[in-house]
């Protein structure tokens, strides 16, 4: 991904709005964008693992990207939506609080993140994007996926469980 | 069995030796990088044990012999007498790469033997400093490289091209397709003398000579005027074989009454001389493979008869993925068809009766029926006979029972039932375990100790299938000594499985299951028949990864029949649907033994957990959104439907919130991003759009056990 970047000069992002704050995602990995639909409950998965959902025969997980990063829960409204990418093969769809637009922005109007930004981890960020006065967190969806973290929290959930369970 | 019959399986043999290795493979480089873990090593074992088991029946048997040394190295590893190190990971590296070479050996020979392994093994042994004389063994079975030809006498002609001969099309492909696979063809012109009294008789000779040593593609004249005597003093054969001019010509000299042979190589245009062997083509080429050495000639030589015609045939080759990809489209046209009438009724109460809704209905109900119809035909091509699998086992039986010096009867009955082929391939290994099982183990040593016990000498070994409502049944069965479950008992503790409290206070049914426990094995000493204790730890991880049942029932001295049954397919699965907190559950129905409605009052509490009596015995309640882990809210019922889950011998009983009825769903994938979440199976798309979950009955009920354990620690 990172040589790609540097051979072209502009990127095309997917911008989405979540606990107040800009993010956006490159356009190649996203899938397409749904309306929030019935999601049905994997038991025994991180909490913010959603569950899953039918796209056309397909079933897809979703995660709740609020809860993934640690900001809180907030109620679903119209304009929430599903994204759902791809990285590495694995589909997934990202529950958002609203998606604005599809945005051109300059390879050199990006910068490396700072250490912690609106309280998202910066190994989850790919840089901060400067367009006119916005600032678009742009997100490194390989980590946000990564598998090796994922499995972490599931065992944690899972000795949740079996506490609940004692 | 000829060497023909055996190609038909070859290709399901290749595959699974390709995924054995590339799991030891994978194995042994985790082994160097982790050290020693024992489920990689268990994974490793199994993987040895079961191409050993394979190559065995298939009569590879360098390659058996390697595996079996192998297995006895990984089972020092596991023992813990040996621990792993750079050096031998490196031999065990080098034998997968042995390994390897037979594979393509036996895809461009039929067979392994050309493969040394007696310094591998000498490896394998030193690694682990044990001297055995094994690799003396092993030293007997060494063969030679097959010499390149040199053709040097006088009767040998210099080589021929085909297109100076009168061969047709077919033949012409024959040729071509012996010389690819490294295989001569010669033209061989015989004379008889001139007072051979009976030609035929000769040419007959001639001709079942040869045959023992490769395949007569083509004689001229025809073999039917050969047979008539309509020829003069001489004719001609082709043959293809992989023997030199010089040996074909010995072949011919030693019958009588022949005055001259010649021998000459047959080229096709543009090829490359002999001697060269040319690329080894795809196994699929081996379905038709060039006769190289059969071992029992057939009474009468029908040369034209033997060559496979290339005719315009009924049939299709198709790929398996092809019909895979058809399947699953099938799949969602059954999904579709479900949501197609949902939405019909939909709209009838909507709308009402109405012109339209009607025509809708009636086209409903008519794709439904072109669709049960289009997964029924697309169900029947994936179908085989299970002859497929039933068909190399007497060969083996037979072998097996020689080796061990018993006296057999083996039946075999049913092997025209159809099953789906997913299922044919995952069958084979768990039925060659069991049938050795019942050799090695149930049929008694001795004719003697038969006679005794008022049996006759001859041992019965029935192998059976047939169809039974919609599932696949498979029995394996022997008259033999049967399961001695007080041994069994006595073995388990010894050998830390189970405590003594639990040995005495299990059921017949539970002992007589001790033997599906990992690490356990019976036999005294190992012989590369089984004795393990892998086998049937494998059998019933085998059949349960189907969506199978193995059930054993045994009488001591009686004999023992292990009973299978299977779904008609992998890809549709019928299960019973339930409602757990507004969820909807599907239960494969394989799994479902009964349903139960209980009354609140008849629920008792034992070593505090919850049971309750069904017919005399105590069956184990839990609440599915517990043990799947959902919070459930408080009871409040006075009758609790309770959804009785089978697997093996165990009964569990599962208290759901309601039952939503019985529906054809279609397997899929949770997708890599969740991975493998216990008790769960997978998920399917319902009639409505939802997703519903499929519960992994068999990791259920493990997980009922290791709480229930815990409880009663507590």
């Known amino acids: 991904m990172q040589a790609e970047k540097q051979t072209v000069s502009e990127e095309q992002l997917v911008v989405f709005e979540l ?131 994922k499995k972490q929290l599931q065992q944690e959930s899972f000795q949740e469980v079996a506490a609940t369970q004692e | 069995m000829s060497s023909f019959d055996m190609s038909q399986y070859l290709n399901v043999f290749m595959d699974e030796a390709e995924e054995q290795l590339e799991i030891m493979d994978d194995g042994f480089i985790k082994l160097e990088q982790s050290g020693e873990d024992p489920d990689l090593l268990n994974r490793i074992f199994r993987a040895a044990h079961t191409l050993k088991g394979a190559s065995a029946s298939m009569g590879f048997t360098n390659m058996a012999e390697l595996t079996h040394d192998m297995e006895n190295v990984l089972d020092k590893l596991r023992q813990g007498e040996v621990s792993i190190s750079q050096g031998l990971v490196d031999i065990l590296l080098e034998c997968l790469d042995t390994l390897e070479e037979m594979k393509q050996e036996i895809t461009a020979n039929g067979n392994d033997l050309a493969i040394e392994i007696s310094k591998l093994a000498g490896k394998l042994k030193a690694s682990t400093e044990q001297s055995e004389d094994q690799a003396a063994e092993i030293d007997e079975e060494k063969s030679e490289e097959p010499e390149e030809v040199a053709p040097s006498e006088e009767n040998v002609e210099s080589a021929i091209k085909a297109a100076e001969m009168d061969l047709t099309e077919v033949e012409k492909n024959l040729i071509q397709s012996a010389d690819i696979k490294g295989y001569y063809v010669y033209r061989i012109i015989v004379e008889l003398n001139l007072d051979c009294q009976m030609k035929s008789v000769r040419a007959y000779l001639v001709f079942n000579n040869l045959e023992d040593y490769g395949e007569i593609i083509k004689t001229v004249p025809t073999t039917e005027e050969i047979e008539d005597e309509k020829f003069d003093r001489s004719f001609e054969i082709y043959l293809v074989t992989e023997e030199d001019t010089d040996k074909i010509l010995n072949i011919v000299k030693s019958i009588s009454e022949i005055a001259d042979v010649k021998v000459s190589q047959v080229f096709l245009d543009g090829e490359k001389p002999a001697g060269i062997k040319g690329p080894v083509q795809s196994v699929e080429d081996y379905q038709n493979p060039v006769k190289k050495d059969a071992d029992k000639p057939d009474s009468m030589p029908q040369s034209g008869a033997k060559v496979p015609k290339k005719q315009i045939s009924q049939t299709v080759r198709v790929d398996v993925e092809r019909l895979e990809n058809l399947m699953n489209l099938v799949g969602e046209l059954v999904i579709d068809r479900t949501r197609l009438t949902d939405v019909g009724d939909s709209v009838r109460g909507k709308l009402g009766t109405d012109d339209l809704v009607e025509d809708m209905e009636e086209i409903t109900v008519h794709v439904g029926r072109v669709t049960s119809e289009l997964q029924e035909e697309i169900m029947k091509a994936r179908m085989l006979p299970i002859e497929q699998v039933f068909k190399r086992f007497p060969r083996m039986v037979r072998d097996l029972a020689k080796k061990a010096g018993k006296d057999i009867e083996f039946v075999v009955e049913g092997e025209e039932t159809e099953l789906d082929r997913t299922v044919i391939e995952e069958i084979g290994d768990p039925l060659i375990h069991l049938l050795r099982n019942s050799l090695d183990h149930g049929i008694e040593t001795s004719a003697e100790e038969r006679l005794e016990k008022g049996k006759p000498a001859k041992g019965l070994v029935k192998l059976n299938a047939f169809h039974e409502e919609n599932q696949i049944v498979i029995t394996v069965s022997d008259d033999g000594r049967g399961i001695n479950t007080a041994k069994l008992r006595e073995k388990a503790v010894k050998k830390g499985l189970i405590s003594q409290d639990a040995a005495s206070r299990m059921s017949q049914k539970e002992a007589i299951n001790l033997i599906f426990y990992p690490g356990f094995s019976m036999a005294k000493k190992i012989s590369d028949v089984s004795g393990r204790g892998v086998g049937m730890d494998i059998v019933r991880t085998h059949i349960e990864k189907i969506n199978g049942i193995i059930d054993i029932d045994s009488k001591v001295d009686r004999g023992t029949t292990f009973t299978i049954k299977l779904p008609l397919t992998l890809a549709i699965n019928r299960s019973l649907l339930v409602k757990v907190r507004e969820n909807v559950l599907a239960i494969p129905l394989v799994n479902v033994v009964e349903i139960l409605h209980v009354e609140i009052d008849r629920i008792k509490t034992m070593h505090s957990h919850e049971v309750t009596v069904v017919r005399g015995n105590v069956l184990p309640l839990f609440s599915l959104s517990k043990v799947l882990g959902w919070q459930s809210d408080e009871d409040k019922r006075t009758k609790l439907p309770v959804v009785v889950a089978g697997i093996s011998d165990k009964r569990v009983g599962f208290v759901v919130d309601s039952l939503m009825g019985e529906q054809e769903i279609v397997i899929k994938p949770l997708g890599d991003y969740l991975g493998q979440i216990s008790g769960l199976a997978g998920a399917t798309i319902m009639g409505d759009g939802r997703v519903a979950l499929i519960l992994d009955v068999r990791g259920l009920v493990a997980k009922t056990e290791v709480r229930s354990g815990y409880e009663q620690a507590n």
């Open chain 1, 19 to 149: 606990a107040g704050e800009t993010y956006g995602v490159e356009i190649a990995t996203v899938h397409e964008i749904i309306r929030m639909q019935d999601i049905t409950d994997i038991p025994r998965t991180p909490e913010f693992v959603e569950g899953v959902i039918n796209l056309r025969g397909r079933i897809i997980p979703v995660i709740d990207l609020r809860k993934r990063f640690g900001l809180g829960v907030a109620e679903q409204t119209q304009s929430s939506r599903i994204i759902v990418v791809e990285v590495g093969g694995v589909t997934v769809g990202m529950i958002v609080d609203s998606v604005s637009e599809v945005l051109r922005l300059p390879a050199n109007n990006i910068e490396p993140p700072p250490a912690v930004i609106s309280g998202v981890d910066a190994a989850y960020l790919r840089g901060v994007g400067k367009m006119d006065d916005q600032l678009i967190i742009l997100l490194e969806l390989s980590k946000v996926l990564e598998k090796e973290e």
